[in-house]
């Protein structure tokens, strides 16, 4: 890039930042183009359009119902969710038990956050990672070349939760619920994954796996020129796991045989992913998989991601991981080293940036 143009553009990013609003205030200025310091020039993986037929008929789809009391029933889904965590890293589930109630009030409490006025936002935003309350939009966009079509009001729930008078009123009730509700569901889900890696139900949970809990209210604006631009760029998750909620938009798409393949919204599911932390731990028999959010001139469209991971912002675990032991075999010998600090991992991870998990090259062995 030439001089002049770097300069335009950290000029475009400063403003946009000060202005505290988002892309919410932008697109509210009344634009009918989305101004360049958006465009995404280009996406590094040369693959085919999502295919929606492909994505809608094979997404996983697991049934959770009845998995406590039934044995034979709980013997199928853990056998569903290691063939998804090892061939998809992605599937839904069903009958989890949040009631959808939960799951639509939180949708509705984030939207309310998004769409109050540009005033009562702005004393939320913050670049300050280490708040647990805070209102952002493109953690990266200093980093980052293009920014991508999307707000953020995120929450650290886990293990010491915000003072309820620091969290927006308009959410601030059910973001304490859906954060309980969502932890109960995230130790059902690693209990169904140990069983799955065929070890003590109990095992991920004891690695600490659902300590800490980073709910982020994603809010995609209406987009003028979606074609120009992302939602959010090709990712990986630097987490155990992710639980997804979405609205009914769509949108989310994930990176399957090198083809880009819709999630598709499903009323009342939620979206499971295997982050990297996971994929390192499992020895590669879980995948952490790229997604993205592609937009059309539609929207808004709300999604409610919750990072599982096992740092607080200002504070590691003393944790350490690498390959569980009771994996490895002559025949499966570990492809990582042992004893790696989260702090390690999460150093090569902010190098790279949203750059997927390309970083776990570096603690290969
Ligand atoms: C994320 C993410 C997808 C979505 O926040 O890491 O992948 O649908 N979000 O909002
Ligand atoms: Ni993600």
Request: with cysteine; aromatic share 8%.
């Amino acid at each position: 890039m030439e001089l002049e143009s770097v300069n335009d553009r950290k000029a475009e990013v400063q403003a946009f930042d000060d202005s505290k609003t988002g892309v919410k205030g932008v697109l509210d200025s009344g634009v009918t183009k989305i101004p360049p310091m958006f465009h995404v020039k280009s996406d590094p993986t040369p693959t085919s359009p999502a295919d929606t037929n492909f994505s809608t008929s094979q997404f996983p789809i697991i049934d959770l119902v009845d998995i406590s009391k039934n044995t034979t029933q709980r013997v199928e889904v853990v056998g569903q969710i290691r063939s998804a965590s090892q061939k998809w890293g992605f599937f839904q589930v069903i009958n989890h038990g949040i009631p959808v109630e939960v799951l639509d009030e939180m949708i509705s409490g984030i939207r309310r956050f998004h769409e109050q006025d540009a005033e009562a936002r702005k004393p939320f935003y913050s670049r300050d990672s280490t708040k647990k309350v805070r209102y952002f939009s493109n953690g990266k966009l200093f980093r980052e070349m293009a920014g991508t079509w999307r707000d953020t009001l995120a929450f650290s729930v886990n293990p010491d939760p915000p003072n309820p008078q620091d969290m927006p009123a308009v959410c601030r009730d059910i973001v304490a619920e859906y954060a309980k509700q969502v932890k109960a569901l995230g130790i059902t889900i690693f209990e169904l994954l140990s069983e799955a890696l065929g070890l003590n139900p109990s095992y991920l949970k004891e690695m600490d796996c659902a300590e800490a809990l980073h709910v982020m209210g994603q809010y995609y604006p209406q987009c003028p020129e979606p074609e120009l631009t992302l939602g959010i760029s090709k990712h990986t998750d630097c987490t155990f796991i992710t639980i997804l909620l979405q609205d009914q938009i769509g949108g989310l798409q994930i990176l399957h045989d090198n083809h880009w393949v819709n999630v598709p919204p499903v009323q009342g599911a939620l979206v499971v992913n295997i982050g990297d932390i996971l994929q390192l731990m499992t020895n590669d028999k879980f995948t952490s998989v790229y997604h993205r959010v592609s937009l059309r001139n539609i929207g808004p469209r709300i999604s409610v991601v919750t990072f599982f991971l096992n740092f607080t912002m200002s504070e590691c675990t003393s944790k350490n991981y690498g390959p569980i032991k009771e994996l490895l075999s002559e025949e499966n010998p570990p492809v990582y080293r042992d004893n790696i600090t989260m702090k390690e991992i999460l150093t090569h991870y902010y190098a790279k940036g949203l750059d997927g998990n390309s970083y776990l090259l570096s603690l290969r062995l």
